[in-house]
T-cell receptor, first 111, second 111 residues
């Protein structure tokens, strides 16, 4: 299995609090992605990174920010969590022109 | 219009049946195509890449039609264990390297 881990795996947080999810890889892959998955919507791209300090927005980036200060870590931050951000979050890594591999997901509940 | 579209299903088929899924994409610059399988509450896992000439892996056949901008997945001799959600992925191999998923097609194979 690809060396990719997400933390935490489960989190419950209150509305208005900041939350940071971490994606860590040991594969030295250039590309990293954050998705959210909700019923009826499939996986929607939040943000992605194509190198250290190089990130760009996906289709549902509002309310989220990311940082990638080193190759192995890609952080997703919810600046002020809302109930609409309750979801399952997946991180993926990918080398150029190859398929992506996924972490096991983080279940986030905002109450 | 979404960049990648799939019929959400569900497709309910008897064991032994042949079933086909299609996935259409809107970005003609897309160069890489994949099919993933996702089991309930799990991360997506690569089923197969889709090559221009079409490719086969056991009971699974994937095809690409660039002119009409769609990819397809054919499953022959369906097994109960094939029950899952099947997601198509489209990616450009230059520029952004976005990795965009369709919403997924749910398959249920019935005994």
């Amino acid at each position: 299995d690809a060396g990719i881990t997400q933390s935490p795996r489960h989190k419950v947080t209150e509305t208005g609090t900041p939350v940071t999810l971490r994606c860590h890889q040991t594969e030295n892959h250039r590309y990293m992605y954050w998705y959210r998955q909700d019923p009826g919507h499939g996986l929607r791209l939040i943000h992605y990174s194509y190198g250290v300090k190089d990130t760009d927005k996906g289709e549902v980036s509002d309310g989220y920010s990311v940082s990638r200060s080193k190759t192995e870590d890609f952080l997703l931050t919810l600046e002020s969590a809302t109930s609409s951000q309750t979801s399952v979050y997946f991180c993926a890594i990918r080398d150029r022109n190859t398929e992506a591999f996924f972490g096991q997901g983080t279940r986030l509940t905002v109450v | 219009r979404k960049e990648v579209e799939q019929d959400p299903g569900p497709f309910n088929v008897p064991e032994g049946a042949t079933v086909a899924f299609n996935c259409t994409y809107s970005n003609s610059a897309s160069q890489s195509f994949f099919w993933y399988r996702q089991d309930c509450r799990k991360e997506p896992k690569l089923l197969m890449s889709v090559y221009s000439s079409g490719n086969e892996d056991g009971r699974f056949t994937a095809q690409l039609n660039r002119a009409s901008q769609y990819i397809s997945l054919l499953i022959r001799d369906s097994k109960l264990s094939d029950s899952a959600t099947y997601l198509c992925v489209v990616s450009a191999t230059s520029g952004t390297y976005k990795y965009i998923f369709g919403t997924g097609t749910r398959l249920k194979v019935l005994a």
